[in-house]
């Protein structure tokens, strides 16, 4: 089974610009959630999209948005790049929930680099 | 606030050895507690995770402690190997919203 794509793989911007980032989730897997990982900050959540609507928000501003298409397949937007969010995208699918036992596959992610 | 807290920040441990890693924890309403392992350009790998109710849980050479009324948790790794260099990572959460640790380079000397 194919593991979760995430691309690309890099991708320079620069600031002010906006950006939008792709994951393909394992095949069957409803849940897609989206973290950003910072050397600083760690790994954080985002937010999730289950079968088509955002179950769960992270504490990012609104420049920060995503979206699931019917195919489980999902895109993040970030608008108005700015300097601080040069980050590792990282894409997470699950079959549903994995504190009910569907554990979180992770993608490599997309690191994004804003000039 | 920081929700999980993760220590040591880096660890070397010889071939053969335990490494131990612990985390703690803020909030009680979490109910699952992941452990993942990094390595350079990859994504995080879930390793081992864990429910509140089970005090202990083991798989082949990675065991997880677990003291919900301390709100800590750990991971042992027994034998640790050359091949177990990474940076691991805890996680406390609900749902597939989960906060993690800053993470622990675990550095095994052949």
């Known amino acids: 089974k194919a593991g979760v794509t995430q691309t690309p793989r890099y991708l320079i911007k620069t600031r002010g610009q906006q950006v939008t980032l792709s994951c393909s989730p394992i095949?069957?897997?409803?849940?897609v959630s989206w973290y950003q990982q910072t050397p600083g900050q760690g790994l954080q959540f985002l937010f999730e999209?289950?079968?088509?609507?955002?179950?769960n928000k992270g504490n990012f501003p609104g420049r920060f948005s995503g979206r699931q298409f019917s195919n489980s397949r999902s895109e993040m937007n970030v608008s108005t790049l700015e300097l601080g969010d040069s980050a590792l995208y990282l894409c997470?699918?699950?079959?549903?929930?994995?504190?009910?036992?569907?554990?979180?596959?992770f993608g490599n992610g997309t690191r994004l680099t804003v000039t | 606030q920081q929700q999980v807290k993760q220590s040591p920040q880096s660890l070397i441990v010889q071939k053969g050895g335990i490494s131990i890693i612990n985390c703690a924890y803020e909030?009680?309403?979490?109910?699952?507690f992941p452990w993942y392992q990094q390595f350079p350009g990859k994504g995080p790998a879930l390793l081992i995770a864990?429910?509140?109710?089970?005090s202990e849980k083991k798989e082949g050479r990675f065991t997880i402690s677990f003291n919900k009324s301390a709100k800590q948790f750990s991971l042992h790794i027994m034998d640790s190997q050359p091949g177990d260099s990474a940076t691991y990572f805890c996680?406390?959460?609900?749902?597939?919203?989960?906060?993690f640790g800053t993470g622990t380079s675990l550095t095994v000397i052949p």
């Open positions: 909030n009680t309403a979490f109910d699952y």
């Open positions: 864990i429910r509140p109710d089970v």
């Open positions: 095949s069957g897997h409803r849940s």
């Open positions: 997470a699918s699950s079959l549903d929930a994995a504190s009910r036992g569907s554990p979180l596959h």
């Open positions: 996680a406390a959460g609900k749902g597939n919203q989960f906060y």
């Open positions: 999209y289950f079968s088509e609507t955002q179950r």
